[in-house]
């Protein structure tokens, strides 16, 4: 059987709708900025992904950077990993982090989803997995805002698809208001309901860890990045400190930065995000690590090609689901009593809603 050849990678710059517009302790995203990547291969088969810019600022110059790193692979054959080491292999001096990592990883996804639908079979039998059934909490709301509504949202968030985790934002100037926010989401949502929480970054090592021993005894499922991503030192000081346990990884720029994580005791869960990781290639890598050191692994955003990933992963934990790319998918994830229902459709089941790309597109 002879091999797919790359006829093109073609981008284009939307701005979405959130349901709810996510607000942390370190900011507010007020649309939804993604680029959509479709690689072409000479047969007509096209391979989808998308990226987060998390700003219209950033928009043009990731779409270029994907444009440019696409030039590079046009007529060669559709082999993600080949692909994957010589766009690194073109990289070496540049480095790959920052938008250049992000624009890899997208190319990397749709290779993967191109190359799994040239088998006719969904990425996660691809991987070597069944299509099953993944474990989701709902992280599509509980962002920072007046407490007196959170009960009510939280209860609202569990009825949707019956799940059984959610994610609170937390990380208020006033650390005792943060503490009023758990417990009054607690208190709606019972024992049997996983809480998790989320810092974004907002602490220092010594608020944190003052932070983390007020909550420690609040039944919390995990405390997740309560100081900048890369002090693995500070990380490690605190998670350390507490019995609860706490969650990283959404910043993690490959399977090295990982190891050297996991080599810091930064952390006793971690969560790579597959945009940051370096896609599907990158993935599959850190999953390596993570079940060699025994670490428990948990996904960051882009549910579409976690839900397969996880399904292939030998410590999958949990998947984040978030609907912000919804508005833009003709079927999107289904979530069914809790479970993310990785998609039986062949690649990673995403396909665009034309109408819907037009009137978002930029």
């Known amino acids: 059987m002879s091999i797919e050849k790359i006829v093109s990678v073609n981008v284009r710059k939307v701005v979405a709708p959130f349901s709810v517009p996510p607000k942390t302790a370190t900011g507010i995203l007020t649309d939804a900025a993604m680029v959509l990547i479709d690689l072409e291969t000479e047969s007509g088969i096209v391979g989808r992904s998308y990226l987060f810019a998390f700003s219209p600022l950033f928009l043009t110059p990731l779409a270029s950077t994907v444009e440019s790193l696409g030039s590079l692979i046009a ?6 990993l080949s692909i994957e080491k010589k766009l690194r292999s073109s990289l070496r001096l540049i480095d790959t982090p920052g938008l250049i990592g992000l624009a890899l990883a997208g190319i990397d996804m749709a290779a993967w989803d191109a190359h799994a639908k040239t088998l006719n079979l969904p990425l996660a039998q691809v991987l070597g997995s069944e299509v099953t059934e993944v474990q989701a909490y709902n992280s599509c709301g509980l962002w920072i805002n007046d407490t007196a509504v959170l009960a009510d949202e939280a209860e ?12 609170l934002r937390i990380g208020r100037e006033d650390a005792r208001a943060d503490l009023e926010a758990i417990r009054q989401v607690k208190n709606r949502i019972g024992d049997a309901v996983h809480l998790m929480v989320d810092y974004n970054q907002s602490q220092t090592v010594s608020s944190a860890l003052q932070r983390a021993r007020e909550l420690d005894n609040e039944g919390l499922y995990w405390i997740e990045e309560p100081i900048r991503h890369a002090d693995y030192k500070g990380s490690a000081q605190i998670a350390s400190a507490m019995t609860t346990p706490l969650q990283t990884g959404e910043n993690l720029c490959g399977d090295f930065e990982l190891q050297c994580a996991i080599n810091a005791g930064a952390a006793n869960l971690y969560m790579p995000d597959v945009q940051r990781i370096g896609g599907v290639s990158g993935w599959l890598r850190a999953a390596a690590v993570c079940n060699a050191n025994g670490f428990s692994m948990s996904s960051h955003l882009f549910p579409e090609v976690s839900a397969h990933l996880l399904a292939a992963t030998p410590t999958c934990h949990w998947l984040e689901y978030v609907d912000w790319a919804n508005p833009l998918l003709e079927q999107p994830l289904e979530i069914r009593n809790g479970m993310a229902q990785v998609p039986s459709r062949s ?5 665009w809603n034309e109408d819907a790309v037009a009137r978002y597109q930029v």
Do not use: C, N, R, Y
Not at 75 to 80: H, N
Not at 347 to 351: F, L, Q, T, V
């Open 75 to 80: 007529g060669d054959a559709l082999a993600p």
């Open 347 to 351: 690649g990673m089941g995403i396909e």
């Open 156 to 167: 609202a968030l569990v009825a949707l698809h019956g799940f059984q985790a959610l994610k």
